[in-house]
């Protein structure tokens, strides 16, 4: 079936560097696409959202951008801190009215002091 | 966002016993889920949990290796049946509520099962 995959498995970035981090989508119905958090030992957070009407949404130091054309959805942090060390999963939704997720491989992000 | 909690947070258990999980949630929503994750790897979807009717599986998984239960809009449990070295993986419980103004889902903390 159809599956969302990121580009990179593992990040390390600098302690106030930004970072950036990829997904690829391949089930062009999705119409919503949410960045989840894990830390160790935690469940996924919820991070930031948006909307296939969409293509940037702000939240606090986090940025997610999303390109239709390319099926590409990207996270943005700006000035990594060593709390934003974990893994950062993208999921889709298939559709609209599809309420269950499809998740990405996942990306772990290392931040060095 | 609701606040979500498992029970147990780990466990140990032989192979060929059943773990029962339980996941409660602070509010009533309208969807839960499960999912397993298994080590170093990213979450599948086990299952959407109907309450007052039975479980909708995602392809791979069956109702009797993992029976749910969701006898009401705020509890749900999910049983691993049989258990074998393959059920090790961490089982996540989500909600979604579609009253909100976000269809987003929030996830528990997990039960990590180690299967002997």
């Known amino acids: 079936g159809e599956s969302v995959g990121l580009h990179l498995p593992t990040l390390s970035v600098q302690e106030g560097d930004n970072s950036i981090i990829n997904c690829a989508y391949s089930n062009s119905a999705s119409d919503y696409f949410i960045w989840y958090k894990q830390e160790s030992g935690k469940g996924p957070q919820f991070i930031i959202d948006?909307?296939?009407?969409?293509d940037k949404r702000q939240g606090q130091r986090v940025t997610v951008l999303l390109n239709k054309t390319v099926k590409h959805l990207s996270l943005q942090i700006a000035a990594t801190q060593p709390g934003d060390s974990a893994v950062y999963f993208c999921a889709e939704n298939g559709g609209a009215g599809s309420y269950q997720l499809t998740f990405g491989k996942g990306t772990k992000l290392s931040v060095i002091p | 966002s609701a606040v979500i909690s498992q029970k147990p947070s780990r466990d140990i258990c032989q192979r060929g016993t059943s773990l029962t999980i339980q996941c409660q949630v602070d509010?009533?929503?309208?969807?839960m889920f499960w999912y397993r994750q298994q080590p170093g790897q990213s979450l599948t979807l086990i299952a959407t949990?109907?309450?007052?009717?039975?479980?909708?599986?995602e392809s791979g998984f069956v109702i009797d290796k993992f029976p749910i239960s969701r006898p009401n809009l705020t509890f749900s449990t999910l049983t691993v049946s049989n258990m074998s070295p393959e059920d090790s993986s961490i089982y996540l419980c989500s909600v979604e509520d579609l009253g909100a103004a976000q269809e987003t889902q929030y996830f528990g903390p997990g039960t990590r099962l180690l299967v002997l």
């Open positions: 509010s009533q929503v309208t969807m």
């Open positions: 948006i909307r296939s009407n969409m």
């Open positions: 949990a109907n309450q007052g009717s039975e479980a909708t599986y």
